[in-house]
């Protein structure tokens, strides 16, 4: 970290805290209770709360087990009182599915609420040439490949995946094949997830009918939250239940991990808003376990946690909002957020693979950035675009079994 970094955390730090009192009071996150540790707040009962129309009632925090590879972690999750577990298709080439499975296999099918999501190839809803039949049997097929991995009849919420537009939201084949999957009883509930653009696509998802729970990102950093808290609010009153990822903004302000987020203050930041139902951040070690589920009974943020966040908002991070403003200036038109994401996956959550698995869907050239001269791009939050893809990009050529 760079000296005058550090010097204008510290400064900015010093400031917070001297005017805690008046921050307080001009903040809507103020509170008159300020002692929270995990035992203290053990004595509460946990806070729940129900997945709209679905009536299924979660506690707030849920487990995100996308990067999870052990069955002793969802064991003791479970013991700390979590409920739902959010996995998807493409987890660990479906290995992800498989843990789970053999976890949940000899437990009660109504102790635990399992969501999975299915992703179709890349431009399926944009290139026109799919059918009905021919996606019907791409997206079924999948789905019957997860049942068959979770060792179950049923998964209690199917999403469709990384959607970012009304169109793919409302694309009628699509809409067709998930109430198809809720017809056969194969999914309980189906949803959407969205990693960006996520006022259109929740918007949308209400619009569809369909729908039922929208699985969107939702943190202090970013830059359009105010519209996300408002899509999230129009979305709960038409009685869909709203599932909030991405709650700690990619867990630290820098690549070298020198700065990390304080992420039990940025979950309880985004689960105040009572629309959202639960969260599913991710869960690794125990640590992290004791920390999220310590959430669940006590929502109240501290008076350094207001300060941190107040702090971490104005940092730029490794967390990219996905508001595309600087895809139309790209001339190469580069799926530039979701290169950001695989970005955040290396440096935030130490997931090379993850992130190499994205970037090899892309279908990029090796060095896509080459022969541009001048990266025009711009970034909204100053990340250095072309820097950050150069980097990144480097990960395709790592054999696999140096990947972490
Ligand atoms: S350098 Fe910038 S403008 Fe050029 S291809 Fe890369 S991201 Fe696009
Ligand atoms: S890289 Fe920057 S401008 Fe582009 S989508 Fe991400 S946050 Fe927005």
Do not use: W
């Amino acid at each position: 970290m760079r000296m005058n970094e550090i010097g204008r955390r510290n400064f900015l730090r010093t400031t917070l805290f001297g005017g805690a009192s008046a921050f307080l009071a001009s903040t809507s996150l103020a509170s008159s209770h300020l002692k929270n540790t995990c035992d203290e707040a053990k004595e509460k009962p946990i806070i729940k709360r129900k997945l709209g129309k679905t009536g299924i009632e979660l506690p707030i925090v849920s487990f995100g087990v996308m990067r999870a590879d052990s069955p002793a972690l969802i064991q003791a999750a479970i013991k700390e009182g979590l409920v739902l577990y959010d996995t998807a298709h493409g987890y660990q080439n479906g290995k992800n599915e498989e843990m789970l499975g053999e976890v949940f296999k000899d437990l009660s099918r109504d102790s635990f609420v399992l969501s999975t999501k299915v992703k179709l190839e890349d431009d399926d809803t944009k290139t026109g040439k799919l059918t009905s039949a021919s996606l019907n049997k791409e997206f079924l097929e999948k789905l019957d490949i997860s049942l068959k991995r979770l060792k179950m009849d049923y998964v209690d919420i199917l999403y469709v995946h990384a959607l970012s537009t009304r169109d793919a939201v409302l694309f009628p084949e699509m809409l067709e094949a998930v109430m198809l999957a809720k017809k056969s009883g194969k999914a309980r509930h189906v949803g959407v997830s969205t990693h960006k653009n996520e006022p259109e696509v929740i918007l949308a998802a209400i619009d569809s009918g369909v729908y039922e729970v929208v699985l969107a990102s939702v943190n202090y950093k970013q830059g359009q939250y105010a519209e996300v808290k408002s899509a999230m609010k129009a979305a709960a009153k038409a009685g869909l239940g709203i599932v909030a990822m991405k709650t700690m903004a990619g867990g630290f302000h820098d690549k070298e991990r020198k700065q990390p987020i304080n992420c039990k203050a940025a979950l309880k930041f985004v689960m105040q808003d009572e629309n959202i139902t639960t969260a599913i951040p991710g869960i690794t070690n125990f640590d992290h376990l004791t920390m999220n589920a310590s959430v669940n009974y006590d929502l109240t943020l501290t008076t350094e946690e207001q300060v941190d966040l107040a702090v971490g908002k104005s940092e730029g991070g490794l967390y990219c909002q996905g508001c595309e403003r600087c895809v139309p200036n790209c001339p190469k038109g580069l799926p530039i957020p979701e290169i950001m994401r695989a970005y955040m996956y290396t440096y935030g959550y130490s997931d090379s693979r993850q992130a190499r698995e994205l970037l090899t869907s892309l279908k990029l050239p090796e060095n896509p950035c080459d022969d541009c001269s001048h990266c025009s791009a711009g970034c909204a939050k100053n990340f250095s675009i072309s820097e950050r893809v150069n980097d990144v990009m480097r990960l395709t050529a790592v054999p696999e079994e140096f990947l972490s």
